[in-house]
């Protein structure tokens, strides 16, 4: 009734007197108005928080997904908020979500899921635009918070990581198999340029199986021997592989012997 009022530190006060708008914006602290023709609108200047509702939208792949955000905005311009716009909130919000409909649609769905901050710089620009010249709004921020898809595009995914590391194992797998190959390889060329090397090396496996404290002792038996065998039958004439062939084959007859006799030195003659 006598025209006093408080400013709070983190508003500003917009004056109408007689309905029409004052060029002056009253600072924080205690003010006087004329009670009968001025009205005191009091615009808080801090950052505001605005949710943005779940919208559910076609992307550009023709995926459909549910989007959430938030928006993070503040007063820059008290009269702006107060002359343009009629509830400036309300209006922040609706902007908010044709805008997040709009960016859904021209993005894809793995931008959605691992582009987050280039989606949200986007978001911030087309609702900045419209509010911060006309309504006296600064958007500060936007952030996404979930992005909700289709159970079967869950599975579709879940498939698609499994056969990923399924192949990511299967090439490393192989790629030790050939690293390995590649050493034997290395290791079979220096045992063969040092005879010696293949005989320790089978010293050193009787050692390490009869470690095992078992009652039967395996012996290897040694490659080269099987090939000196072979090239020993390689090289011999047709007539005595043909004779060893039989003798593999049939085992070996030998006719009874006929009666013995001396002669006059005691030596045997056959008969």
């Given at each position: ?96 979500q044709t805008s997040l409909r709009s960016v859904i649609g021209h993005a894809d769905m793995d931008q959605l899921l691992s582009e987050r901050e ?93 470690a095992e404290k078992n009652s039967t002792l395996v012996m290897p038996f040694p490659v080269e021997l099987l090939r000196f065998f072979d090239q ?40």
């Amino acid at each position: 009734m006598l025209g006093f009022h408080v400013i709070r530190q983190y508003e500003q006060g917009i004056v109408f007197k007689w309905g029409k708008l004052q060029d002056k914006v009253r600072p924080p602290g205690l003010t006087w108005l004329n009670p009968f023709s001025c009205r005191l609108v009091k615009v808080n200047m801090q950052t505001n928080v605005a949710a943005i509702p779940a919208q559910e939208a076609i992307t550009r792949d023709n995926v459909t997904l549910t989007v959430d955000a938030v928006v993070y905005f503040r007063v820059v311009d008290p009269i702006k908020a107060v002359v343009n716009v009629q509830d400036y909130r309300h209006a922040v919000s609706q902007v908010a979500q044709t805008s997040l409909r709009s960016v859904i649609g021209h993005a894809d769905m793995d931008q959605l899921l691992s582009e987050r901050e280039r989606v949200n710089a986007e978001l911030k620009d087309v609702i900045d635009a419209p509010t911060e010249g006309p309504w006296g709004l600064h958007i500060e921020r936007v952030e996404v918070k979930d992005v909700a898809l289709p159970d079967s595009m869950k599975r579709s995914m879940s498939r698609q990581a499994e056969a990923e590391r399924e192949r990511r194992a299967r090439v490393i797998a192989a790629d030790g198999e050939y690293q390995a190959s590649e050493k034997l390889s290395q290791a079979a060329r220096a045992m063969a340029d040092t005879p010696g090397a293949l005989q320790l090396r089978l010293l050193q496996t009787v050692v390490d199986v009869a470690a095992e404290k078992n009652s039967t002792l395996v012996m290897p038996f040694p490659v080269e021997l099987l090939r000196f065998f072979d090239q020993a039958i390689a090289g011999e004439s047709p007539a005595l592989a043909g004779i060893n062939r039989a003798a593999r084959v049939a085992p070996a007859t030998v006719p009874p012997s006929a009666p013995a006799t001396t002669d006059g030195d005691g030596a045997a003659v056959m008969q």
